[in-house]
């Protein structure tokens, strides 16, 4: 028998960084198809977005960081896009379930002296250019090697690679397709009032489960939108935050790439129907000093409606097991206990690789969500909670938010916000 | 020396360096599935690795393994992503449970083997024949070849095997 077992260790970090840190700017650009610019330019118009939302210049920013699967740009030539001297920079390779764990890395470097405030930017033409569910060139490239273990069967894009785990969880505990759309069904009705949206249509159940089966159990509309866009996230001190244009997100607790065992091949530790927020949880939560219970706004990753259910299960937001009954109850609608991906998220709004979660998160702590509810003379928008059709996005009272940024069903990322009270 | 084949279309390769995966695939074309087992753990692994997940001990043998297992999970793909498999669909990718080392180390773990569910020949599934296979049902591996020296493990069903009288599908047809 093996000498040690996996899994087993203590993988809780200190705790001094709590509230330490904050995102002091957000800046996107349109969510498009046809962006008819280079990722370079994306990436500059975000991360300018982002620097007028923070009120700062380009000599205020001295470190960036960005993330792709080689379909972008990298820092050097934004940073040179737009006046900035970095004292440091890396473009780290990862999709979904990446921001959370580069915005650790952000407080990291900070902390260590390295830099003073951190742009963290993912731009992409993932519709135009290369496309994220997988079609087009990058479905047809040489396979060698260990991918030979899973692209010579066609198992290939996230989805494939994902329908194992959906189907075990089904057959473990009763999940129903009709419980899982309902994701779908919160998540556009959220769309519906967030005018950057792509779309913006309300779907019911019944779409969801008569759309066309892509890859069982995934119908059509129980996968994500192809979009083109550029996201930015500004990180620095929580004392520097204060000094600039906007209410701080603090930053209570992140958790990065958090794997489960073998994540050579995960498929390999089961249970297979659990994915890595099981693991992922016991850093979060202990590091935040908070729990499930305490959150007002989740923004868990949905690449899949099933992404979204598994991951709110495995974070403890219900019972092992409960994801489908807890997704289908209405909590996670606007209105509900504990909405989730109020921006209409991947499903919906745009696919940014987790950044516009985080985003609308950083924007449901400010109390400004960017809807379709008046702008008083204040220039505040003046919500009115009124989550009809067109109406208010805004989640009344929200002090706490949790991000469950999710790469696949043995990875995964996290992070708790709350809002600044100074 | 490298090893490249195509394969419905797509073109596989293994590098020279790729001493594991180079000999995984050579013992599939002679009809022989082995995994490596860590001499340290005596445990088996899938897919082939560097060392043992349970030591990190570099030193390891090929140990025949019955191709025997059961579906654990399954992917039923509808809509094809890789020009590969558009003339293909629907088809299921399955990862099977071996019989062998079920349940070991720990009770949640198995040597988790994906494959094509294939006909005895090897030819992709009809489906009639993808209606019939769900969680549960037991299966057997058969071969199909890539180019000399390289074939790859897919899997059938085990017809002389006693099945379970419905096997778990996903509930829409």
Do not use: W
């Given at each position: 028998m093996a000498e040690s077992r996996i899994g087993d260790i203590d993988a809780s970090s200190q705790k001094f960084l709590r509230g330490k840190y904050a995102i002091c700017g957000i800046g996107e650009t349109s969510y498009r198809r046809g962006s008819d610019e280079t990722t370079r330019a994306l990436g500059t118009w975000a991360i300018r977005n982002a620097m007028a939302d923070a009120g700062l210049n380009a000599g205020d920013i001295d470190g960036m960081l960005s993330y792709s699967g080689n379909d972008s740009t990298f820092?050097?030539?934004?940073?040179?896009?737009?006046?900035?001297?970095?004292?440091?920079?890396?473009?780290?390779?990862?999709?979904?379930?990446?921001?959370?764990?580069?915005?650790?890395?952000?407080?990291?470097?900070?902390?260590?002296?390295?830099?003073?405030?951190?742009?963290?930017?993912?731009?992409?033409?993932?519709?135009?250019?290369?496309?994220?569910?997988?079609?087009?060139a990058r479905s047809a490239v040489p396979i060698s090697g260990d991918q030979i273990h899973h692209r010579a069967y066609g198992w290939q894009s996230a989805g494939q690679m994902f329908a194992p785990t959906f189907l075990r969880h089904m057959y473990d505990y009763g999940t129903t397709p009709e419980q899982v759309a309902h994701v779908k069904v919160a998540h556009s009705k959220h769309a519906s009032n967030n005018p950057k949206a792509y779309y913006k249509q309300r779907y019911t159940v019944e779409d969801v489960v008569n759309s066309r089966i892509i890859c069982k159990p995934l119908h059509l509309l129980d996968c994500c939108v192809e979009t083109d866009n550029a996201t930015c996230i500004i990180v620095t001190s929580l004392d520097r935050a204060r000094d600039g244009a906007q209410r701080a997100a603090v930053i209570q607790s992140v958790a990065g790439r958090v794997c489960k065992p073998r994540a050579d091949m995960h498929y390999q530790h089961g249970p297979i129907s659990t994915v890595a927020g099981h693991y992922a949880k016991d850093i979060l939560w202990p590091n935040a000093g908070v729990g499930p219970d305490h959150i007002d706004v989740t923004g868990s990753y949905d690449a899949f409606t099933f992404t979204s259910m598994l991951q709110l299960e495995d974070y403890g937001f219900c019972k092992k097991g409960e994801g489908g009954g807890y997704v289908?109850?209405?909590i996670i609608d606007l209105g509900g206990g504990r909405p989730n991906n109020t921006s209409g998220g991947h499903l919906c709004e745009g696919y940014t690789h987790g950044m516009s979660m985080v985003i609308e998160n950083v924007r449901q702590l400010r109390g400004e969500a960017d809807d379709s509810c008046p702008i008083g003379r204040d220039g505040k928008r003046q919500h009115t909670y009124d989550h009809a059709e067109g109406g208010c996005r805004q989640v009344q009272g929200a002090e706490l938010s949790a991000n469950l940024g999710w790469a696949m069903p043995g990875t995964g990322s996290a992070m708790v916000m709350a809002k600044d009270h100074k | 020396m490298s090893v490249q084949g195509e394969y419905m279309g797509m073109m596989l390769t293994l590098d020279d360096l790729d001493h594991e995966n180079i000999d995984f695939f050579r013992y599939c074309f002679e009809g022989d599935f082995r995994l490596q087992r860590g001499a340290k753990s005596g445990l088996l692994r899938y897919p082939p690795t560097t060392a043992c997940p349970w030591t990190g001990e570099r030193e390891s043998q090929w140990v025949a393994v019955e191709g025997k297992g059961t579906v654990h999970s399954y992917a039923e793909v509808h809509h094809p992503i890789q020009p590969a498999f558009r003339d293909k669909v629907p088809y299921m990718v399955i990862l099977a449970d071996l019989d062998t080392q079920k349940g070991a180390p720990s009770e949640h773990e198995?040597?988790?083997?994906?494959?094509?569910?294939?006909?005895?020949?090897?030819?992709?599934?009809?489906?009639?024949?993808?209606?019939?296979?769900?969680?549960?049902?037991?299966?057997?591996?058969?071969?199909?070849?890539?180019?000399?020296?390289?074939a790859l493990p897919q899997w059938t069903i085990d017809e002389a095997a006693e099945q379970p009288e419905s096997p778990w599908r996903y509930p829409q047809e």
């Open positions: 820092s050097p030539f934004i940073a040179g896009d737009l006046g900035i001297r970095l004292n440091f920079y890396f473009d780290v390779h990862g999709g979904g379930s990446s921001i959370e764990g580069l915005i650790g890395i952000a407080m990291g470097v900070i902390e260590a002296g390295m830099c003073k405030t951190v742009a963290i930017f993912r731009a992409m033409n993932g519709y135009s250019q290369v496309r994220i569910g997988g079609t087009g289908s109850s209405g | 198995a040597l988790r083997v994906a494959g094509n569910l294939v006909t005895a020949d090897g030819e992709f599934a009809p489906p009639e024949m993808i209606m019939r296979v769900g969680i549960g049902t037991r299966l057997r591996m058969v071969f199909v070849t890539v180019a000399d020296g390289f």
